[in-house]
């Protein structure tokens, strides 16, 4: 490499780093676009999905010995797939949590008639996962790991979201529990993507999503929805050691849309 020449990969730290990243379930997944990145910057990527279903659907793409299975829902699964990923990896040196599920099976509701059930589920599976697998996955992370989850960008605006609003925010809350539950003896990192709305097949199952998703568009300063190659930048350089002095932090990537509620376009339409 000639003098002054630069290289992104040595610059982020990335190369030859292991990472874990849970929530893959198709190429338009959050944790697709993350692996893509990572891998193209030399780091070995390993992956956690829901079911063997999901497994064999992906292996058309990846390895299948890059692919475990877990199902988070069950605390079990969590610490076998921690006993079988550290017999070939005893080192981890970041984990992305995408994971999210709402039953919304019987349409969308006002909040005040969620069930129960659905509410618990949710936020087992949407939010306590990430305490169950750091705890697991402590004596595998290095001492300068991330750990890098992915929320909402503003839960003023996240109403249709439903009752996966307050989880996303109990996420947030947890993020900070844990960097500071880990700082007592290691360097790990907790932060969090707070993303604005995105085209992807999780999302389209939310009930009125693309109203919103339109809506969200005209609401960014540029005038164009947010992709998600953009969040998963934004993850890939909070995995990397270029991010040391972030933590504890909700990071937002959605193209100024919070910031932009009395855009004038948006407000003409509105009293037209």
Known sequence: MGEGAFSVDSYLGIKGKTFLLFGLANRKSIAWYVSCVLEALGAKVIYSVRSEDRKNELSR???PEQIYVCDVEQESAI???KLAVELRYPNIDGILHSIAFANFSEGFKPFHE????DFLQAAEISCFSLVEIARYFKPLLTKQASVVTVGISSQVTAIHYGYMSPIKA????TVRFLAKSFSSDSNVRF???GAGPLKTSASAGIPGFLPNYLFAEQLTLRKRALETQEVANAIVFLLSPLSSGINAQTVVVNAGMDCNYFDEAVVKKVIA
């Not at 969620?114 to 059930?117: P, S, W, Y």
């Not at 109990?170 to 809350?173: D, G, M, R, V, Y």
């Open 61 to 63: 793409w990846i390895q």
């Open 79 to 81: 610490e076998r797939l």
């Open 114 to 117: 969620t069930k129960r059930a």
């Open 170 to 173: 109990a996420l947030e809350s």
């Open 191 to 193: 932060n969090v993507v």
